[in-house]
Every structure is written in structure tokens, then in C-alpha cells.
């Protein structure tokens, strides 16, 4: 059976910088599952995946526009201390849940100039082009239940 929409789809995979730096993989732990066409993975793996078949191995480099984005130089702040109220000691590299532009998302601390903290809501992959090197380990046909929800369901899911 070949990747298409609505398949479920299991992957093992490492991901890689430009500077050939792991930043992810699934060796050694549970393949990625998840459902085809529906926008559970970046849209440059998902296009690269269709049509692959049980045991293809392949390697595809993405670019920033089909992975996490391009930096938004609007999504970099300087707040305040005093936004951080109830936390006693914040350091570069904290991420935090907060409302930014595109609604809830994750902000890192960069930088931190006496009470001027600066924050940045872009994805820590944003700008990067990323290389996948993929394994297609199985490839089933969603259940009725998975394609209306749009998601796999497994032993954590909360349907």
C-alpha cells in the first residue's frame, strides 16, 4: 500500500541540520505514526512521503517555507521582569506558554538585560532547512473514527 491521504503512516527517521547535527530520530524508540494529509507533520515531509511504499528509504532536505517557517522578526520582544510575576529566577533557553500574534504559542528567552527580557515566539526551527532521512516501516488505511478526527488514535488518545 502506498502513502496517501487518509493513511496511517509509520516512519522512523533522523533529522539533521546543514551542519549535519542530529536534532531528532526515532532510531532506537517507537516509529513517528501519523495520519497522511491532514497536516500532523510539516507539509515538506508530508509532500515527500506520498507515494512511498512499506520499506522505502529515502533522504530529503527541506526548505523553511515547508518545515517551521521563516524567522518573523515581529515574533522577537523585550518585555518587562515584571511579566514574569511568580517566577523567581529566569534564564536564557526558559520557554514559556504565552499569547503571541498567531494566538497561544511557546516563547524562548534569548537575551536578558537587567529587567528587559527578550523573548522570541518563531519555532526554535524556523529559518533552518532540515533534512529528514526517512524509513517508511508500515502504511494501513485510517480508520473511519482516525479520518474524522484527523489525527491517529492510539493508546493516549483522549476520543
Known amino acids: 500500500m502506498q ?7 509509520s516512519i522512523h527517521y533522523t533529522l539533521t541540520n546543514d551542519a549535519g547535527e542530529v536534532l531528532d ?14 497536516g500532523n507533520i510539516i507539509s515538506g515531509l508530508e509532500k515527500a512521503l506520498v507515494n512511498k511504499n512499506i520499506d522505502d528509504k529515502f ?6 517555507e515547508d518545515a517551521y517557517g521563516e524567522v518573523m ?12 510575576e511568580g517566577i523567581d529566577n529566569i534564564e536564557v533557553g526558559m520557554q ?8 497561544s504559542g511557546v516563547v524562548t528567552v534569548v537575551s536578558i538585560d537587567g529587567d528587559d527580557i527578550t523573548i522570541d ?26 479520518a474524522l478526527h484527523g ?8 476520543h
Request: hydrophobic share 40%.
Open 96 to 103: 514559556f506558554h504565552a499569547d503571541v500574534s498567531s494566538g
Open 73 to 84: 522578526d515581529d515574533m522577537v520582544e523585550v518585555i518587562s521582569l515584571n511579566m514574569f
Open 25 to 38: 530520530t526515532s532510531i532506537g524508540d517507537e516509529p513517528l505514526i501519523y495520519l497522511h494529509g491532514k
Open 121 to 146: 515566539g518563531n519555532h526554535p526551527l524556523a529559518g533552518l532547512y532540515l533534512t529528514f532521512d526517512v524509513e517508511v516501516i508500515d502504511v494501513r488505511v485510517a480508520t473511519d473514527e482516525e
Open 59 to 64: 533522504k530529503v532536505r527541506i526548505a523553511p
Open 3 to 9: 502513502v496517501a491521504d487518509n493513511t496511517a503512516v
Open 151 to 158: 489525527h491517529i488514535h492510539g493508546a493516549n488518545c483522549n
